[in-house]
């Protein structure tokens, strides 16, 4: 999971920087959350359903994960139920990952090359969990790297104690993180929270960066993963300098479903829906803000690009983001500020549904239109194909596509009085076919109209 760290690195570094004034999310949002939803608990030995009124699998402790057994018209003799004593150990690859598990969720075309390992590979992660005080306990350790390994805790006690401990695994895991922050917030933060319904009673995923630094100065990616199965909760830890903290973009509960079919089918129970992930931190954000784009402007402009749901903060920027427009720099030309705004599917896996706004403010209609004329010129020189152009009231602008060394990269360029306005959108390399040109220029269109509520 080492191909990428470059790309991951860089999404980290921007996402720290953006939500730097974003507080931590602590241990009574944690609870409170947890409360919030919706889970499917059950009380004693059955899942939804009296005890009484069956049998139950007992299966090493798994009560709650146990199917109806209904009482035959002549009762066999009795099968040796385990004793929630004996070490769950024994169940091997019927209850814990496997390193086929782990290939099938790398979301990687080639092998990862995944192994068991006999015991831990590595130093602690800062602010790993560690086994509880469960009644059995089960670890294992995979490696695929060097330099970086993942740790699967499995505990099995009781419902309302796998409950508590599901709960304190988190509040401990965000009050370290939290703390380590206040102390030396460049080394040590946030990145991500999900949470996922349809896996196991409940599902929560994690990631934050934290010292080490490897040897282009980057942070070690931690990932954990806590899942809540009937009296059982699996806790996977994952990181290191070569491993990417997620495995194919921001949504990494394949790992945990993998985890959680596991123990659900060693229990006879079938505790995996549809996932239905929703990211906590940072929150997903589409405000509306005066001057910018908004989501609905997106889904109804471009349906090509309608699952775009959010509208992140709004910050400063340095330039407009592509090589193109980087002849044209428009604080050398006199902007009072440059603030930026991007664009994005919370749920796309790959990050490739998303674009920026730049929005270039002058101190007059003239300043801008110079601008305005010098960065079309500097699009037009660096070879761009023109798309097409927008005229209005009190606005114009013209669009263009370019082929980038990765992909191609639609440009939009919109004056309206003394404010400029820029798009860079990059065309998924999973379209089939390329985004049409009037699609482009309607959001040009609705971004020069915007541009109006700021004179």
């Known amino acids: 999971m080492s191909t990428e760290w470059n790309d991951l690195e860089r999404r980290l570094r921007e996402l720290g920087s953006d ?14 959350r947890a409360r919030q939803r919706t889970r499917r608990q059950v009380a004693g030995a059955a899942v939804g359903i009296a005890a009484a009124a069956f049998g139950v699998i007992a299966l090493g402790g798994l009560g709650p994960l146990s199917i109806s057994q209904p009482e035959p018209a002549e009762t066999p003799a009795p099968t040796p139920i385990p004793s929630p004593t004996e070490d769950i150990v024994e169940a091997g690859d019927e209850l814990a990952l496997t390193v086929e598990d782990l290939e099938a969720s790398s979301g990687a075309e080639e ?24 009644d059995q306990i089960m670890e294992r350790w995979f490696q ?43 080394d040590n933060w946030l990145s991500l929270i999900w949470t996922v319904d349809g896996v196991g009673d409940d599902a929560w995923l994690g990631e934050y960066a934290v010292p080490p630094r490897g040897p282009n100065d980057e942070l070690m990616v931690v990932q954990v993963n806590v899942v809540l199965a009937g009296d059982t909760v699996t806790i996977i ?22 985890a959680a079919e596991r123990l ?37 402009a471009m349906p090509y690009f309608g699952t775009i749901s959010e ?25 009072t500020a440059v603030p930026r705004r991007q664009y994005t599917d919370p ?22 239109r110079a601008h305005y004329d010098d960065l079309a010129s500097a699009v037009e020189a660096c070879g761009a194909q023109q798309r097409g152009t927008i005229a209005g009231s009190g606005h114009e ?51 020069g109209i915007r541009l109006g509520e700021l004179d």
């Open 19 to 32: 939500i730097g004034g974003v507080p931590l999310p602590g241990p009574d949002a944690a609870r409170h």
């Open 111 to 134: 092998p990862v090359g995944w192994q068991v390992t006999d015991g831990a590979p590595g130093d602690p992660f800062f602010c790993a969990p560690v086994p509880g005080n469960a």
């Open 144 to 186: 695929a790297s060097p330099d970086g390994y993942l740790h699967q805790i499995i505990e099995i006690s009781t419902a309302d104690t796998a409950q508590a401990r599901f709960e304190s695994v988190i509040d401990e895991l965000l009050s370290c993180i939290e703390e380590r922050s206040a102390g030396n917030p460049d």
């Open 237 to 258: 830890t994952s990181g290191g300098p070569s491993m990417e903290g997620h495995n194919v973009g921001p949504l990494p509960y394949d790992v945990a479903v993998a």
């Open 264 to 300: 659900c089918t060693w229990a006879g129970s079938d505790c995996i829906g549809e996932p239905m992930p929703e990211r906590v931190f940072p929150p997903v954000q589409n405000e509306v803000e005066p001057g910018w784009l908004t989501i609905d402007d997106i889904v109804t």
């Open 311 to 335: 509208a992140g903060g709004i910050f400063d920027g340095e330039d407009y983001g592509h090589i193109c427009m980087e002849p044209a720099n428009a604080v050398a030309a006199g902007a």
């Open 347 to 368: 749920l796309d896996e790959a990050l490739e549904i998303t674009f920026f706004e730049y929005i270039a403010q002058f101190e007059s209609d003239q300043a801008a």
């Open 397 to 447: 602008g013209v669009g263009w596509v370019t082929e980038d060394e990765f992909a191609p990269f639609h440009l939009g360029l919109v004056i309206n009085g003394s404010h400029v306005a820029v798009i860079v959108l990059g065309e998924p390399s999973s379209a089939q076919d390329e985004l049409p040109p009037d699609q482009t220029l309607e959001l040009l269109s609705r971004a």
